[in-house]
């Protein structure tokens, strides 16, 4: 659906209410749909007076960073002063070996080190030189091995520690774990080298809360070892395509879980059926999981859930009968599935849904219905199903909708009207080649839209002349290839902008990055496929804030954007063409 300009979003599990952040190791550059991207900066920039009236605290840290290689030791200074002197360097990337060593024995409780260049094993020597005092360890991404990682046993009462993508750790460097009983947070994401023998290290972790073995892929069996860690509450093994049904009847005693991650895995019907005691569950991710509709009897006992995702599972109208049950449920994802309409109608009781995501669920109009009544919907989701606007219709009535998608369906500028109404809209998502100007029209009442994506839709010069009333729009993506010079003119007031993508516009020249100026808010622009030279580059002077700039197949040069980057944008660290 959508046609040549369609863009499927990416198909990822939707974790980003869960993680407190992703590894830039691993994390995606360039990307031009959302600026994803972590800009970090310095906490403290005195020397471009970017803090008003800094305290004196900072003033005499930014000193102490500024002569850092005067000091042989920080160990005599208060902790919280040899902590904050610490993380100001770390978030500086100014921390080096031979700067490392001045922190020895400093007694520092936290080591946020995740993802920071050069780390190995010859940096553990510090790490475990703090001894009992430390409470909190970030060594993700790092090159740390087995032979370095074994010292973290002297750090007694360590309470989090995170070791994501650090793939030279092995089930001999877990071994060290097995002491830290403090533990009650550990996140091993993305290991190759960990199996069930060294998951087997987690026995005795018994204030254990949280662990994440996500994509952990040669652990088959481990999780018969957690049956004793009373206390954990989340566990994710997402991604893990050797859990079965096995390893989730090890689970069915943990009664405190409240959040489970089990997408991608080879978890059938019977082995859900082992979740039926987990009344404290409040997420479940079942996300291309092996199950059926038949699961659905098992589920409707977990009267707590707030978050269900079973998208990419093989569902049908079978085994349906008691999901309606589930009165308590406030988040259900059934994306991908094989279903008809007629398994809607096991969701008009669900009152207390919040988020709704029917994703790529072969649905359409007759269903639509059976969601009028869910008035506390905040979210949701239709993307890429065969909902028209006579579907459309039935979302009227749900006033507290703040998210709504609507790519790669078939509702046309028509149906739109019912949205008039849903004054507590932020998010909408367009993003489907029969929306048109008309379409556009209809949304002018929605003045609190943040969020406009009509990546894909026809929209020409004409229809960007109802944008103006859209006055909080953040985020704005046309990328239809209708626009010229002057519909970008009608963009102009719009000042909250922070992303703009007006990529596939083929019309637009450098007039365009005029009419651009203004939007000094601007973190995100996108004006590739178009013929913009490196003579209109002069008017994103005043972008202070851009992050990104994309000019891909543009007659622009990287040289040129560097030289843009080093006279007048300096907080630029993302460009193409690179």
Known sequence: MGGAYSRKRDQQ??????????????????SLKWLGTSFSRAMMDVSQGKEGCPSLMDLCIHKIREDIDKYTSFSMLPRDI?????DDLVSSQLLTNSRLEAFRDCALQDLNLGDYPGFNDGWMDLVTSQGSSLLSADLSGSDVTDTGFVYIKDCKNLESL?????????????????????????????NNLITGQGISSLSGLSKLVELDLE????????????????????????????????????????????????????????????????????????????????????????????????????????????????????????????????????????????????????????????????CRLKCLELSDTEVGSNGVRHLSGLHNLECLNLSFTVVTDFGLR???????????????????????????????????????????????????SLKNLRS??????????AGVKNMKDL?????????????????????????????????????????GLHHLKPLKNLRSLILESCKVTANDIRKLQSSDLPDLVSFRPE
Do not use: W
């Open 13 to 30: 599990v939707n974790e980003a209410r869960l993680h407190r952040g992703v590894s830039r190791r691993y994390s995606k550059s360039g």
């Open 82 to 86: 040899g902590q904050q002197i610490f």
């Open 162 to 190: 995170n070791l994501n993508y650090c793939d030279q750790i092995s089930d001999r460097g877990l071994e060290a774990i097995s002491g830290l009983l403090h533990l009650t947070t550990l996140s091993l994401k993305r």
């Open 215 to 374: 994509r952990c892929p040669n652990i088959h069996g481990a999780l018969v070892h957690l049956k004793g860690l009373v206390k954990l509450e989340s566990l994710n093994v997402n991604c893990c395509n050797c859990v079965t049904d096995t390893d989730l009847k090890a689970l069915s005693g943990l009664t405190s879980l409240k959040s489970l991650q089990i997408a991608s895995s080879k978890v059938t019907d019977h082995g859900v059926a082992f979740l039926k005691d987990l009344h404290k569950l409040s997420l479940l991710n079942m996300e291309g999981c092996a199950v059926t509709a038949a699961c659905l009897e098992t589920l409707a006992a977990l009267r707590a859930l707030s978050y269900l995702n079973l998208s990419r599972c093989n569902l049908t109208d079978d085994g349906c009968g008691k999901f309606s049950k589930m009165q308590s449920l406030k988040v259900l994802n059934l994306g991908f599935n094989g279903v008809s309409g007629a398994i809607l109608v096991h969701l008009r009781g669900l009152t207390n849904l919040e988020s709704l995501n029917l994703d790529s669920c072969r649905i359409g109009d007759e269903g639509m219905v059976h969601l009028a009544g869910l």
């Open 418 to 468: 019912n949205l008039s109404g849903l004054s507590s809209l932020k998010s909408l998502n367009l993003d489907a080649r029969q929306i048109t100007d008309s379409g556009l029209a209809a949304l002018t009442n929605l003045t609190g839209l943040t969020h406009l994506d009509l990546f894909g839709a026809e929209i020409t010069d004409f229809g960007t002349s109802y944008l103006p």
């Open 476 to 485: 704005l993506e046309i990328c239809g290839g209708g626009l010229t010079d």
């Open 495 to 535: 000042t909250m902008l922070t992303l703009l993508n007006l990529s596939q516009n083929h019309q637009l020249t450098d007039k365009s990055l005029e009419s651009i100026s203004g939007l000094t808010r601007l973190v995100s622009l996108n004006v590739s496929n178009s013929r913009v030279t490196s003579a």
